[in-house]
């Protein structure tokens, strides 16, 4: 029995312990799922919670903001009166009510009195309407006294004109301060002289048109019905709120709106200071509450518990079924492996076959070019030869055929060199020295524009010195400035710029700008393809090997090369080099030709 066993036979016990695991894992699972899902409603209720804060916030500074507006216009109005009166107090102040600034008891017009002029600030102020005005002075240790000429009551009560508020300490300590500052402010809390409910006054000073301080304009508010129950219906009892006076000692609660449901054990108590100014002593007190978490999201642990059970269950019978079913399983996957190894391994031998066949080819190419050297250069050598000790013997029509002859052994020398440079641009060593590009492109462009017969103009900035091997680097720099100067259409002067940056740190990029035929947009890529010339470069000759050489050895030197449109017309070709000397050394490899260029990279 124990000899019928395969790869894919699991022991009894095995499979039990599959099981037993997969419950096990289960039942974890499910029991992380409850604690996720109980801290997720506490990070909701948190959230929750803020919001609620930030809301009831908002709407608290923008009903100060309000009172403070709605002050300020009264003073103003109050100010630009020539003599304010009763009939006027009476007109500025009627839009007033508590329902438009709940908690406001009182409007009061205030005046200064010296202990002295009592008598005759009251007369004056008879005369302006208050008939019944008795100035009761208190004891105020200044000698100033503060008195209310003018009340309107806005909870129905009756006005009483005439008490020095300057007893109220906290009525006379705004009062002083807001004459002073220009301000409106609100004083701290405190309990009237008849036992009422804490109160407090917000003051603005009045200025009639000169400027000249005339007296104040006081709103006095009840604490328990401030803000009105705008920030009950905020809260919706899901937080309870205190409106406090912190100045006090020990702190005064103002207003409170409070919650039927139980305090939320796990979220802290936050308290938030109203940054009104005038008003720092003021802070709002939150209490979270259990209404915060939906019963929902209560329940949705519970869910998890009883939903996790089942699936564990359900996942167990599914374990019993897969372990059964696992030999069938894996010797379809051995199967499987088998083909997919036999289809890497030809994949692999196909590759291989591919590597030598381009192995052979480019040695192909590089026999093929050493070999035609000798012919083509008796050729060359001869026509040459022929064309020096003609002493007039030849007619019109054999010079023709001689000269026909040369262009086309230059052009196959060419062709050869730039194959030969194609073949070895990839296995050879690698001399690397110190290279000043400097002195390298001023070579390079002398000897151009001798070839040239001057008919083009060469710009090189000052270029640093970079590490390289000397013979490849002038290659690429006179393959890219040849190419510059051939691609210009006829009857033009070549424009050539030569300049070099630093786009990082230890890395150059030399730039070589042409204002010639140009490369279509789509054709930057392609141009560096071997035996590729890019559109409208037909008419210029040129073997399709140039850049392809020089993108092989910037490679080697372990660069980069790319072509951008120049701005104004034209192409600009660069390539990186290292400044510092970090290459490999690699087999050798022949100096590539010192002709042009003649691989394809304009179109009109």
């Not at 409850?34 to 500074?61: G, N, P, Y």
């Not at 449901?261 to 200071?273: C, D, M, W």
């Not at 890395?507 to 204002?515: F, I, K, L």
Request: hydrophobic share 40%.
């Amino acid at each position: 029995m124990r000899a019928a066993e395969g790869p894919g036979y699991v022991p009894g016990w095995r499979s039990g312990l599959i099981v037993a695991l997969v419950v096990v894992l289960g039942v974890l699972g499910t029991a992380l799922s409850a604690v996720a899902l109980h801290e997720s409603a506490h990070r909701w209720s948190k959230v929750a919670f803020e919001q609620k804060q930030d809301l009831i916030t908002k709407m608290v500074m923008a009903e100060l903001g309000q009172y403070g507006v709605t002050l300020a216009d009264l003073s103003a109005s109050m100010g630009a009166q020539p003599e304010l009166d009763e009939s006027a107090f009476a007109a500025i102040t009627g839009p007033i009510n508590s329902i438009r600034l709940p908690g406001a008891v009182a409007v009061s017009y205030v005046v200064e009195a010296r202990t002295g002029a009592i008598g005759g600030v009251q007369a004056d102020w008879r005369r302006r309407g208050s008939t019944g005005l008795t100035l009761t002075p208190g004891a105020a240790g200044t000698g100033e006294h503060y008195f209310p000429v003018f009340v309107r009551t806005l909870d129905g009560s009756t006005p009483q004109p005439g008490r020095d508020l300057a007893s109220i300490t906290p009525v006379g300590q705004v009062l002083r301060k807001v004459r002073s500052d220009s301000t409106v402010d609100a004083s701290s809390s405190y309990r009237p002289a008849d036992g009422g409910d804490v109160a407090f006054t917000v003051a603005a000073p009045v200025r009639d048109r000169g400027g000249r301080f005339t007296g104040w304009v006081t709103m006095t508010f009840r604490g328990r019905d401030f803000l009105g129950e705008a920030v009950d219906i905020l809260g919706a009892d899901e937080v309870a709120v205190k409106f406090v006076d912190v100045s006090a000692d020990p702190p005064v609660t103002l207003v409170s709106w409070p919650s039927p449901a139980r305090t939320e054990s796990r979220l802290r108590v936050a308290r938030i200071g109203v940054p009104t100014p005038g008003a720092p002593h003021w802070m709002l007190v939150f209490r979270p509450t259990e209404r915060l978490i939906p019963a929902s999201q209560e329940w949705m642990a519970r869910g998890a518990v009883v939903i996790g059970g089942v699936l564990t269950l359900l996942l167990a019978c599914l374990t019993v079924i897969v372990v059964t079913s696992r030999d069938r399983a894996l010797r379809r996957v051995e199967r499987a492996t088998a083909a997919l190894r036999h289809d890497i391994e030809r994949r692999e031998m196909v590759e291989q076959q591919l590597r030598i066949r381009e192995e052979e080819l480019v040695g192909f190419a590089g026999v093929i070019a050493h070999d035609l050297r000798n012919p083509l250069s008796n050729v060359i050598g001869y026509s040459e030869l022929l064309s020096v000790a003609d002493q007039g013997g030849m007619t019109e029509k054999q010079q023709s055929y001689l000269t026909r002859v040369r262009g086309s052994a230059a052009l196959m020398q060419r062709l050869i060199d730039d194959l030969l440079g194609y073949a070895t641009a990839d296995n050879a060593t690698l001399r690397i020295t110190e290279i000043d590009l400097e002195q390298l492109v001023g070579d390079i462009v002398t000897e151009r524009l001798d070839e040239s017969g001057a008919n083009a103009t060469v710009e090189h900035i000052v270029l640093p010195t970079v590490f390289g091997d000397p013979t490849l680097i002038r290659q690429v720099l006179d393959n890219l400035i040849g190419n510059a100067i051939k691609y210009t259409p006829p009857g033009r002067r070549a424009q050539v710029t030569v300049e070099a940056i630093r786009p990082e740190p230890g890395v150059c990029r030399v730039e070589v700008a042409d204002r010639g035929i140009g490369i279509p947009p789509g054709q930057h890529a392609e141009v560096f393809n071997a035996f590729t010339r890019a559109e409208g470069s037909e008419r210029y000759p040129g073997t399709g090997l140039g850049l392809a050489i020089v993108q092989r050895i910037v490679q080697r030197h372990g660069g980069t090369v790319g072509v951008e449109a120049n701005p104004g017309g034209g192409s600009r070709f660069w390539f990186t080099l290292p400044v510092s000397p970090a290459l490999p050394v690699e087999p050798a490899m022949p100096a590539a030709s010192e002709e042009p260029e003649t691989s394809p990279r304009r179109a009109a």
